[in-house]
């Protein structure tokens, strides 16, 4: 089997499977509790914040430990709703655990504003700078595009918010971008950034929020008071330690470097059978077309003309390949939004896939994966013609 679904998620680290025994089995003490044991776990769990705000480059703020990503956004925009005349600005390209929530904001009276996006898949600077005044409450614009691999410019909005709105709230969804892009949040004015451990090789069901101002957040239900009374349960101690061991086993930047030259590989193999890219469509013929935005080495969209994605994705799978259409929240649904707002046309988007890479493939297996892609989709081309 090849696995190129990886923006959906990642296969975990061998490595975090004894940190999971150790945390659940042996030192499975709650941090809540007052015993010895519980302390020392509690004291873990605040070292676990300390080095995961080093690795997000911070250098103010606290960490968040939630259960996943859509909660992480959830908190964030719906812990930053405050009464009176303010106005919400959002990307038109967030995931679904963002863009619904905007526009539950909508249903209920808000000011809602949405951004498009440039051809490129970025938030257009330009529009969002027309809309950005002193009632701006929140900003929530995503860091890297889970449908294109699109970088957003954090420098860019963070100089705009600060020109514009400084009281405002910065939200980032960096669930494509922690572990994954080098950055530094102390270079931005990122208030509140999410992360999902599942997105690099740590366990489903532990992500994080980083919250510069505890101030700024309000909570979203009643508890015990863990976690600043901001997030109220007992902490996931097994999977904070294991997104730390995840986290300590990553060198993102030889990652991307890595990952930039298994998908000039992928691409490369795609080419020589017979792809071409987006731009370099030939009218009257079919190929599959390489969509790269040439953003996130991790992600990019692959074109089969004549051919439904879908009946691409099963009869890849039938084959041992996986690939996605999209983001895993809403591939079940018709249609793209996102490659919708950047101008793709029906058919473009009914005939695309999502192929998403690790930095742990092998040479081989991104080489033989292009291979039975393009001798599949020949294929399927001579019997539909």
């Known amino acids: 089997m090849i696995y190129l679904d990886n923006a959906s998620t990642t296969k975990m680290f061998d490595e975090c499977v004894e940190v999971h025994k150790e945390f659940s089995c042996t030192r499975f003490f709650n941090p809540s509790a007052l015993s010895g044991e519980s302390l020392q776990v509690s004291k873990l769990i605040a070292d676990a914040e300390k080095f995961i705000l080093e690795r997000l480059g911070a250098s103010e703020g606290n960490i968040l430990f939630t259960g996943c990503a859509t909660e992480n956004n959830n908190l964030a925009i719906s812990g930053s709703v405050r009464s009176g005349n303010w106005e919400y600005v959002f990307s038109a390209g967030e995931h679904p655990s963002v863009f619904n929530v905007a526009r539950k904001l909508e249903l209920q009276g808000f000011m809602v504003h949405y951004v498009p996006l ?25 860091h890297v595009s889970n449908e294109t691999g699109a970088i957003n410019d954090l420098k860019a909005i963070s100089a ?28 931005t004015a990122v208030d509140l950034y999410s992360f999902s451990g599942h997105k690099f090789h740590s366990p489903k069901g532990i992500a994080g929020l980083y919250v510069k101002n505890k101030g700024a957040l309000k909570s979203l239900f009643e ?10 349960g007992t902490e996931n101690v097994s999977g904070i330690m294991q997104m730390c061991k995840a986290i300590s086993l990553i060198d993102e930047k030889a990652n991307f470097a890595r990952t930039q030259a298994i998908k000039k590989i992928f691409n490369d193999t795609l080419l020589h059978a017979g792809a071409r ?37 099963h009869a890849l799978d039938a084959v041992g390949v996986i690939v996605g259409l999209g983001s895993a929240c809403s591939a079940k649904k018709a249609g793209n939004r996102v490659l919708e707002e950047i101008g793709m046309d029906k058919d473009d988007i009914i005939s695309s896939v999502r192929i998403s890479f690790n930095a742990y493939m092998t040479d081989e297996e991104v080489h033989a994966a292009a291979e039975i892609i ?9 019997r539909v013609s």
């Open 160 to 187: 705009l918010k600060n020109a514009k709105c400084p009281r405002a709230v910065l939200h980032v969804d960096g669930v494509q971008g922690f572990m994954k892009i080098p950055f530094a949040l102390r270079d």
């Open 374 to 382: 393009s001798k599949v989709y020949e294929d399927i081309l001579q």
């Open 118 to 142: 440039a051809k490129n898949g970025q938030v257009d600077l330009e529009c969002l700078a027309s809309v950005l005044n002193d009632r701006t409450r929140l900003i929530s614009i995503m």
């Open 223 to 232: 508890g015990g008071g863990q976690q600043f009374g901001l997030r109220s």
């Open 277 to 313: 890219k987006f731009g370099d469509a030939v009218p009257g013929e079919k190929h599959i077309l390489i969509n790269d935005f040439g953003g996130s080495p991790y992600i990019e969209n692959l074109l089969f003309q004549g051919v439904k994605g879908e009946t691409m994705l």
